[in-house]
């Protein structure tokens, strides 16, 4: 079932599932050919079966090179652009939320550690490397990296929305 939802995948058909439901996606200017759509039909349940099972390999992980990687186009336009002064907070997803009640600090503190050493992505540093002349990404192991928490209550000041708007932008652009 493996190979049979890998050839879908290399005509440009992928499969999933959703809930109890078997999702079908594809660009709609390819021409999917008539006997793969009978044999998607016909395997149908088995491959029900096979994604409800639990049985995908997962996502390979990568070990972290000390040197770091080479960085996409996107990523170099981005570090030029930072260097300049010139990023715009339109790469950035920002939200607030009001808390009522009582807050766990000390649950919140270790779901923030958690996720930094779950996500790559957030121990990742973008660096110029002198000897090669190039930009290069770096991710910090788990083990290295630091994130400071700072406890403040912002119920009694004044402008509190914008303090804490402070507080996450500096918190956001620390990671």
């Known amino acids: 079932m493996k190979n049979f939802i ?3 995948a290399n005509q440009g058909i992928e499969v999933s599932l959703k809930s109890d439901y078997l999702s079908l996606h594809y660009d709609y200017d390819i021409q999917i050919k008539e006997e793969t759509i009978f044999l998607i039909r016909e395997k149908k349940q088995e491959m029900l ?3 409800s099972s639990g049985k995908l390999s997962s ?3 990568s070990e972290i090179i000390s040197g770091g990687y080479p960085v996409t186009p996107s990523q170099y336009r981005m570090w030029v652009l930072s260097q300049l002064g010139e990023v715009s907070s339109g790469y950035n997803i920002s939200f ?3 808390i009522i009640g009582s807050l766990y600090t000390e649950i919140l503190r270790f779901s923030f550690i958690t996720l930094v050493e779950r ?3 957030l121990r990742t540093n973008f660096i ?3 000897q090669t ?3 290069k990404q770096v991710v910090v192991s788990p083990e290295e990296f630091t994130l400071d928490f700072v406890e403040e209550d912002y119920r009694t000041r004044r402008n509190s929305v914008n303090i804490g708007w402070i ?3 500096k918190f956001i652009t620390t990671l």
Do not use: C, N, Q, R
Request: hydrophobic share 40%; proline share 4%; net charge negative.
């Open 49 to 51: 079966k096979y994604l």
């Open 6 to 8: 890998e050839d879908l």
């Open 133 to 135: 002349e190039t930009v």
């Open 167 to 169: 507080v996450l932008k």
């Open 128 to 130: 110029y490397d002198t």
């Open 59 to 61: 996502i390979p992980v």
């Open 119 to 121: 996500y790559k992505i």
């Open 96 to 98: 607030t939320s009001a």
